[in-house]
């Protein structure tokens, strides 16, 4: 369990730093332009996400190789692939023949990818999962060693 | 000297023909070229050309900042987009390709389901240009023409339509599809005052 924790943990820390990287080597508005391809968000919306979207993944990539805060990282990378995923689902079931955006430019939107956000989303579910448990069972045997302890 | 006029006037001949047959608008000079690869029977062509190529015309190409550059883009998967493309580019040689783009865009559903180009193409030209257009249209150079421009979507990696390419100061950027005008806006004059 301890090596599908590693494993899926640094898979997905490779994946948020290079989306982050493609992202990061562009002019940032062409990142916005693909967010507002898919016509969900307001403007100035679409500019704060566009300008600080890349960043957070960044931060993401990077707390995922150092398995700091690993439950929290492992929601919160959860919910930015749902996130991702939902929207993609969304533009693709309304035929809109868009970007997808995920990781630089050129890429549009097919079964394809989404089987890959698919995959994605199931593997930093998966993690979100595995971390918890470990966490659980930790305090479970804080909680055993401290009853044996207990005079 | 003599020969050195006449190869002044051959470059200046084969300039003319060039410019007759690319379907540019916007001034040669200006620091930024926008090439757009299109099918004139893809719906995100369409939405492209009236709700963000509109706007910058007016407000870029016009005014000089922006050279646009269209490029014939049929799928295979579109019934009657090559002969439309052929059309578009036959009556680019007779002056009246903004029209003709305007009209295959503005009726596309229309002819998209009734395989009527022709009709629609000659709404907006006299009798005179319809029977030049349509003949040209047939044409194997204004065919080579389209093909001419497929080859450049291939060398260029365009996979779909429309596809934007913006080029400034030899600087390539892919513009995403389905971009709106406001964000695609700031950008280009975030490359204007670069």
């Known amino acids: 369990m301890r090596h599908a924790l590693l494993s899926l943990r640094l898979a997905l820390a490779a994946v948020f730093l290079y989306a982050a990287y493609t992202k990061l080597r562009q002019p940032w508005l062409l990142f916005a332009m693909s967010i507002d391809s898919y016509q969900i968000l307001p403007e100035w919306a679409v500019l704060a996400l566009g300008r600080t979207l890349p960043w957070l993944e960044a931060v993401v990539g990077a707390l995922l190789i150092t398995g700091m805060f690993l439950r929290y990282v492992a929601a919160g990378a959860t919910a930015l692939l749902a996130a991702f995923f939902a929207m993609m689902l969304r533009a693709f079931l309304k035929g809109m023949g868009i970007d997808c955006g995920c990781f630089g430019l050129g890429e549009a939107i097919s079964a394809r990818t989404l089987l890959r956000d698919g995959l994605l989303l199931a593997g930093s579910l998966a993690l979100t999962w595995l971390a918890l448990r470990q966490r659980w069972r930790a305090k479970n045997n804080d909680d055993i060693i401290s009853g044996i302890l207990r005079p | ?194």
């Open chain 2, 1 to 194: 000297m003599r020969r050195f006029l006449a190869g002044i006037g051959l470059v200046t001949i084969a300039a003319a023909a060039f410019a007759a047959q690319v379907k540019s608008r916007g001034a040669a000079s200006a620091p930024i070229t926008m090439d757009v690869y299109s099918d004139f029977q893809c719906p995100g062509c369409k939405a492209l050309y009236e709700t963000t190529l509109q706007p910058l015309i007016q407000n870029y190409v016009d005014k000089g900042k922006v050279l646009l550059v269209h490029h014939e883009y049929p799928l295979p998967i579109h019934s009657h987009s090559m002969e439309a493309a052929c059309y578009a580019c036959a009556a680019n040689r007779v002056g009246k390709y903004d029209q003709v783009c305007d009209v295959l865009f503005r009726k596309q559903e229309s002819w998209a389901a009734t395989g009527k180009v022709d009709e629609t193409v000659c709404s907006v030209l006299t009798a005179e240009e319809a029977r030049k257009v349509r003949a040209l249209a047939k044409d194997q150079s204004v065919i080579a023409e389209v093909q001419s421009d497929i080859q450049a979507g291939r060398a260029a990696h365009v996979d779909g339509t429309p596809t934007v390419i913006l080029t400034h100061r030899l600087k390539q950027y892919r513009i995403p599809t389905g971009a709106g005008y406001d964000i695609l806006r700031r950008f280009i004059d975030q490359l204007l005052t670069n």
